[in-house]
Every structure is written in structure tokens, then in C-alpha cells.
């Protein structure tokens, strides 16, 4: 069986930071690519960055130069180092795996910037 659990979330000032991470079980890690999503109260939910199979990466616009994502292929997990924090990054982050045919979520884990 599947499962992605995510961790790291919290309350944290602006310009603070964050580490999320995503262990993943019941997969063949390495094969599958990997996001991190976000979803504000009245928004949908939105890709923030993705790291491929092959490790290529992709952010969005708001988060570039900020934000950086990681994959550990002997851990099973991906994580999200989120710097320089702003108020509009907060959101319930998601972790998503995917391949042809196949997507998981994880639960998602609180992120909020306040100060």
C-alpha cells in the first residue's frame, strides 16, 4: 500500500524557515517523480515545485530563489527547504507522487507565516 506522510509544517515568522519532508512507503521511489503542492484557505491548490525521477526541478515563480527541493532515493523521501518565508506562502502543503497512470497525496502538513 501507498503512503506518503509529510512533516515540518509549523508556525513560523516571516522571513523564517522551513524544512518539509515526505517519506514515501509501498513505492519504488527512485521511479516516480515527486511534488510538493500547496492550498490556501479559498484557492485551489497549486504546484510550488517538483523534482523529476532524473532530478530535474521546477518551481513556481513565487517561490523561485527562495524554496529549494531535494530527493534522497536511499531514504525514500523528498524534502522542501523553504527560506525567506512570506505570509502568502501560507497554506496546507501537500506531497504528491506520480508516473504514468499512477498519483498519490500525502495528508498535507500546516504551513503558517505570522508574525
Known amino acids: 500500500q501507498v503512503q506518503l506522510v509529510e512533516s515540518g509544517g509549523g508556525l513560523v515568522q516571516p522571513g523564517g524557515s522551513l524544512r518539509l519532508s515526505c517519506g514515501a512507503s509501498g513505492i519504488i521511489f527512485s521511479i516516480y517523480n515527486m511534488g510538493w503542492y500547496r492550498q490556501a484557505p479559498g484557492k485551489t491548490r497549486e504546484l510550488v515545485a517538483l523534482i523529476t525521477s532524473g532530478s530535474s526541478t521546477n518551481y513556481t515563480n513565487s517561490v523561485k530563489g527562495r524554496f529549494t527541493i531535494s530527493r534522497d532515493n536511499t531514504k525514500n523521501t523528498v524534502s522542501l527547504q523553504m527560506n525567506n518565508l512570506k505570509p502568502e506562502d501560507t497554506a496546507v502543503y501537500y506531497c504528491?507522487?506520480?508516473?504514468?497512470?499512477?498519483?498519490?497525496w500525502g495528508q498535507g502538513t500546516q504551513v503558517t507565516v505570522s508574525s
Open positions: 504528491k507522487a506520480w508516473r504514468v497512470g499512477i498519483e498519490r
